[in-house]
């Protein structure tokens, strides 16, 4: 148990459909994260969340869409991917402190075809 | 922007062999550098860290390594078993920054042969 949990674990969905990514965490932790883990590439930095505002968005496409109604839950919503998107998504949360360690959750592997 | 490069990509040890996983990092500012270790089907997870103002962490079976002239980091594993079969990742940051600006290696697949 991670404390991190991330549903569905697996997604497949066509280029026109619309999907959520799920994350809650178990930590009392104040920032959580979006990343986008791609073969042989390192991790990506998609969207940084602290006390639930909004602090970085790393020139991600407008298709992926966060959401985060409180300090326990994010979402990523999904809508008219291309398959390039086709990837391992994790969520992670931490303390707002700056090196505090990030706590992951197992991913949701996304096919997007 | 901070650039990682992670070397092997790959590393295959016996069994109660050392490993060694290297990394070098571009922004001399940067001054936190974590290891993630991640196991199949996992998210990545924190085993050790080490910031710029000393040279060396341990942690039982586990060091890290820090040259900050030569802006670079090593991972070392001694006395390998079964369980450290997993990918590792190396990370640097600068802590007034922290994990909005971390940047990631590429892995290493670490595979302990028995």
């Known amino acids: 148990e991670t404390g991190v949990t991330q549903t569905p674990r697996h997604l497949v969905m066509g280029m026109t459909n619309k999907k959520s990514l799920k994350c809650e965490q178990h930590?009392?932790?104040?920032?959580m994260y979006w990343y986008k883990q791609s073969a042989k590439k390192p991790l990506e930095l998609m969207f940084v969340?602290?006390?639930?505002?909004?602090?970085e968005n790393n020139s991600v496409p407008s298709r992926f869409s966060p959401e985060c109604p409180n300090s326990s839950h994010l979402f990523l919503h999904l809508h008219t991917l291309q398959p390039e998107d086709s990837a391992l998504y994790l969520c992670?949360?931490?303390?707002?402190?700056?090196?505090?360690?990030?706590?992951f959750g197992n991913g949701t592997r996304l096919t997007v075809t | 922007g901070e650039n990682v490069e992670q070397h092997p990509s790959t590393l295959s040890v016996q069994e109660g062999d050392s490993a060694v996983i290297k990394c070098t990092y571009s922004?001399?500012?940067?001054?936190?550098f974590p290891w993630y270790k991640q196991e199949l089907g996992k998210g990545p997870q924190l085993i050790i860290d080490?910031?710029?103002?000393?040279g060396e962490k341990k942690d039982q079976r586990i060091a890290v390594t820090l040259n900050k002239t030569a802006k670079h980091f090593s991972l070392h594993i001694t006395e390998t078993q079964p369980e450290d079969s997993a990918v590792y990742f190396c990370a640097a940051s600068k802590s007034n920054f922290g994990n909005e600006k971390l940047t990631f290696g590429t892995g290493t697949r670490l595979t302990i042969i028995p």
């Open positions: 080490i910031r710029s103002n000393v």
């Open positions: 922004d001399s500012a940067s001054n936190y």
């Open positions: 930590l009392g932790h104040n920032a």
């Open positions: 992670a949360s931490s303390q707002v402190d700056r090196t505090a360690p990030l706590h």
């Open positions: 969340y602290n006390f639930k505002e909004q602090t």
